[in-house]
């Protein structure tokens, strides 16, 4: 027993050395603090700070190309008003107010400004410790500025003046003096600045009646991300001291010269040179957009209305109340140990399967140079497994008294003339688990050029049919899709899992459209990957490399896929139908439980496929010999 226990402790000291030599080399990393002291060094709840401190959160990050957030029907605009939502349910937030840059951004992209004020630290801290902008922010941007300000009592001003900021167009400059920290240590020195400011701003502003007011403060220094900061490191987060001001103008009347010639006369005022380093003066010119969206009815709205919800489109048509948690400082912990308990009872067979996988990471995770990477989509280069078939699905209904042995026979008479093309590898039939009078045929070929090359004679030979059909009760509807090697051939038909889910999900046309809704669908793969540890029975599995983006090669006729759409199918496996039943029942409880961990992944992914989801459940269909 000795023997193990010095051992442990070996294991541990080695542990702490390697982290030690890792932090020798390692880039510091500072992140938001309030008077030095880091987000997650005090847990929601734990805040004992006496009279309340009102918190001006700012942050500001910069848009990837060719994503209009300016667009209010576009999809970023609104998962933009979507994390808004769920920060206005945040505990003790006042007002949100954002806009986007005026002058040029040096990357030339869009770069968007926030202000939200909160009535204490306590409720910045929970913010933090909340998803807050950090699931957009991972889809939308590259990196962000993450700071606040310590407020007076009465907080600051709306900038917005309490109107609708689009009608008042109001036009905020912000701007910032960035100035060694020993050059304003004392409040005494920092009061003198102030006045100095204020004095300044009124000789430049006289006579201007665009501006409507200003504000400043002096912002919080981030700390060092490290759990135990040296002295070295704690000194690097406070080397400056930074000024920043507000100035809202009516934008009707903006004038950007009176602000240019305050930022001249400011940096004339300065010292020239300074041992501790120079003095830096920035300004920026925001456009507010909008303020505070309108919170969400979250009184008397029920968690979990009494329709079931057995499939993924029902899930997501059914929204999600944007809400943040009662108990957010435990609600990671009690997602683990759930997991880890729907893990132990599936593998113990107690339970069919284990419950879906919930993350986030926190917003005071986001800071300069730490943006976090949010999984997506991604097919495997075409020689894993050999390579891929091309699948041709065409989507049959019968008529009401067609004799049951109709799927049988319609395959049967397909195949027989599909055979003799070049390519084909072989054709099997599913039935519609959902819809009695609904089947599907799937046409394996042995690749896309195989498929090309024969498409003309497959249309032909299933033109003829429907032709000749007295048993169709509407038209045909095709579909194509990628499968890997491994499931196209040769056992489709043969797989230990036999029910197959297509999800076809309509998401605007563009190129950004389509990368964020493949982050989405990424995250959303990884709630049906609940352990990576063999051996443990799952509900689903949801196959990276089938499936994908309909290529215009594909020549869909799905009428519902319109040219303002594109076409993402994704392919599960489930074990049977009482299995995917309950799942999505469990996916759906959980997502109204929690917002932070489930919620806001198919809020997401809902958002994105703007133009609708479907979903078709088949059974697919042993082959026997005739």
Known sequence: ???????????????????????????????????????????????????????????????????????????????????????????????????????????????????????????????????????????LNSDVSNRCAKLGPSGAPSFGCGGDARDRATVVDVVSVAMAAEDAPSPELRSAFEEAWETLVASVTNGHDGLQHSYAV??????????????????????????????AWNGARYDSHPIEELCDRLRASLPSSQANGPTTVSRKAVQLINQTPQPEDHHGAPRQPAAQHNSLPSILNAGFLRQCSADLANVREHARQTLNRSISDARARTRLFPAARGSFRSQGELYEGNTPVIPHWRRNPASFHGGYH????????????????????????????????????????????????????????????????????????????AASSIHLAAPLKHQALLMPRSMGAPCLNEWRDPYLEFICFHVPTGVVERQLFEHAYGAFIEMTEPSLVAGIPTACTVDRDAGGWQSDAAEVAEESLGSHHQLFTGVL?????????????????????????????????GILAAGGVEARFLELQKEYPR
């Open 1 to 139: 027993m000795s023997d193990h226990g010095d051992y442990a402790r070996q294991v541990r000291e080695r542990a702490r050395q390697l982290q030690l030599e890792a932090r020798r080399n390692a880039t510091p990393c500072f992140g938001p603090a309030v008077d030095g002291v880091l987000w997650s060094r005090i847990r929601p709840g734990e805040d004992d700070e006496g009279p309340k401190t009102p918190i001006l959160g700012i942050l500001e990050f910069t848009l990837k190309p060719g994503i209009d957030i300016h667009d209010e029907s576009g999809p970023p605009r609104r998962l933009w008003e979507a994390a808004l939502r769920y920060i206005g349910s945040v505990p003790g937030c006042c007002a949100i107010e954002w806009g986007s840059r005026l002058d040029n951004h040096p990357s030339g992209l869009t770069s968007i400004f926030c202000l939200v004020h909160w009535d204490s630290t306590a409720a910045w801290r929970m913010f933090q410790h909340s998803p807050g902008f950090t699931p957009i922010i991972g889809l």
């Open 218 to 247: 002096w912002l919080e220094n981030n700390a060092s991300t490290f759990f135990d900061p040296t002295p070295a490191e704690a000194a690097a987060a406070i080397k400056q001291a930074v000024f920043t001001a507000f100035l």
């Open 390 to 465: 091309c699948v041709d699905v065409v989507w049959m209904q019968l008529k009401a008294r067609a004799p049951k042995s109709q799927g049988s026979r319609i395959h049967n008479q397909l195949k027989d003339q599909m055979s003799a093309l070049p390519g084909f590898v072989k054709a099997i039939w599913a039935r519609d688990v959902e819809h009695k009078t609904k089947l599907a045929v799937l046409t394996v070929w042995e690749d896309e050029h195989a498929r090309g090359a024969a498409s003309q004679h497959y249309r032909r030979i299933l033109d003829d049919f």
């Open 573 to 605: 496996t489930w074990k049977n139908p009482a299995a995917r039943q309950e799942w999505y029942e469990e996916l759906f409880r959980l997502a109204c439980s929690s917002y932070e961990l489930f919620g806001h992944k198919l809020d997401a992914l």
